[in-house]
């Protein structure tokens, strides 16, 4: 079954005179379930791609369908609502923000979602404790190292119990040590049940994961499948 | 949601303490002088008021001259001029008085000893200082037989007393009106201000007789003060005035009068009348204030959504929606509003209490301009936030990630 199912979907920038086709008549679906990657060279499209699926970004033509429903009758609420709900987003720059302990980023989603304090709380710091950070709870960001945040970028991924996660480059800025913690804990996510995408320069990750999508100008030109 | 706002908004603010404060320095500002202004105006008022009524109440004032319809004043000069028996025919044949008392005033040079000085010299019945509310601090008011008799005496306040007879009681001195040689027989309580800021103090009583042919020479009055039992009675008063005068001076049916009549009661309207518009006037400016601390508030929200941009993208992707966006900034600048608002209240009420107190008028505070300046304060607040919030919450999520 299909969570994702992308058709002719088109995104394009006016550039002056010229249009740069960041997706061009792209097709692709993504099955519940899998751990899938994207690959391809700088400039390809991939985060314009990520951006698409997590309701980010409205694409220019094309269609969309989410877990059976067609995103481009959406509303900017409803946007935002399925945002909240169905997607969480990690993101190569952790995109935390600063003023805030690592319980109130991770709770973040919560405020959004109608939760009250007490169990906002009291969910965060479980999901902190999920990712390995118990004694982090109360740090703010920049007390933290590169893994350790992206990490808490995490925990607020999951915290509203997403179907899907979607990670652009989550380890870009990170190394090997730490970049293995967060793969290690996709890894586990996915198998809990929760479709994994996740975009990657580094083939070694791509290798770990069970489908490879190459991307090049905005098109597929590879989907490797491996079980 | 609500109460995550209040608590980001205070969070926000006490996290850039400098610039919150500049910005609600605005509100503070506007807020107080508004406040400031309108009590002190009111303070003003009041003051007039009292000061008005303190010459007396149920006042009537007969002068020498007519009025145009339009209220001016046709030149005294026409010959028929009020006389001292006019007024004791007032007093004999209109019913409803307490006083009447006729008056002349120049103003002379004084003279006592080497010392000298220049003052309104009044010529006028004994009965003047209770009309005036004046009371006698030293010695004696002249009486009806120092009146009639013509005597060279007079009364002084304490202005005079202070500038001729710096040592000493004058009580049994002399002084010279217009080189004519008077007794000082008694010396007035200070009365200090009037409400249009003249020195209360700064005057002589003569009696009227001596005052008109001795002292200026004349064989009519300027004017004619006139105490009715009641203010019920003063327009009773105020029309049999008008007819016996009319009578008295043989004025034709139709013709105009050649005296007019004023009562205190139009006075204290036109006084009111002109510190009610001072009043306005500085509630005004200080609006004007209020506004500009409201554009203040409005810079700095633009400032604030501009540096945030990225947050505001953060918290979009994670859900956040137009609303609650716009929310988030518009309690922010409606905290910065209101605590500015309030503090501006307290700090003008305790301004105005200081001022009025400084310059003894009575301390009024406005509940109305309180109100409505605070109220405003949280609508300037909301007003100047909105542009600001709204610019906010329609950021285009992807862009506002991008931005740097
Ligand atoms: N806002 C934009 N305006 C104009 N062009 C854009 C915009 N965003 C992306 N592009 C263009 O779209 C193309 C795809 O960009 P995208 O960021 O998706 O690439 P990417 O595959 O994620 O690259 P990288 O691996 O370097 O992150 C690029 O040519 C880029 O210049
Ligand atoms: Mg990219």
Redesign the pocket.
Known sequence: MNVIELKDIV?S???GDST????NHLTVSFEKGKFTSIV????????????VLGCLDRPTSGQYILEGKDIAQYSDDELAHTRNARIGFVF?SFNLLSKLTAVENVALPLVYAGVGLKERTERAEQALKDVGLGARLYHKPNEMSGGQRQRVAIARALINDPAIIMA??PT?NLDTKSTLEIIDIFEKLNKMGKTVIM?T?EPELADMTQRIIT?RD?QLIKDERRD | MLRECIKMAFEGMLSNKLRTFLTMLGIIIGVGAVIAMVSLGLGMQEKVKENISSMGSNLLIVMSGGRTANGQRIASGSGAHLTYDDAKAIEKNVDGIKYVSPGVQTSYQLVAGNQNWNSSVQGMTPNIIDIRNYTIAEGRMYTEKEMTSRDRVCVIGQTVAENLFPEGSPVGKTMRINKAPFRVIGVLNSKGQSSMGQDQDDIVFVPLTTAMQRLMGLTYIRNITIQCENEKLIDQVQSDVVALLRQRHKIKTGDDDDFSVRNLAEIIKTAQETTGSITLLLAIVAAISLLVGGIGIMNIMLVSVTERTREIGIRKALGATYHDILLQFLVESMVIGVTGGTTGMILGTIVSVIAAKVIGWPVVVSILATIISVLFSVGIGLFFGLYPAKKAALLDP??AL?YE
């Open positions: 995104k920038y006016a550039m740069v086709m960041a997706l391809g060279p700088s400039g390809s499209g991939k985060s314009t791609l990520m951006n190569q652009d480059e870009g975009v320069h991307i905005g | 992807i862009e991008r």
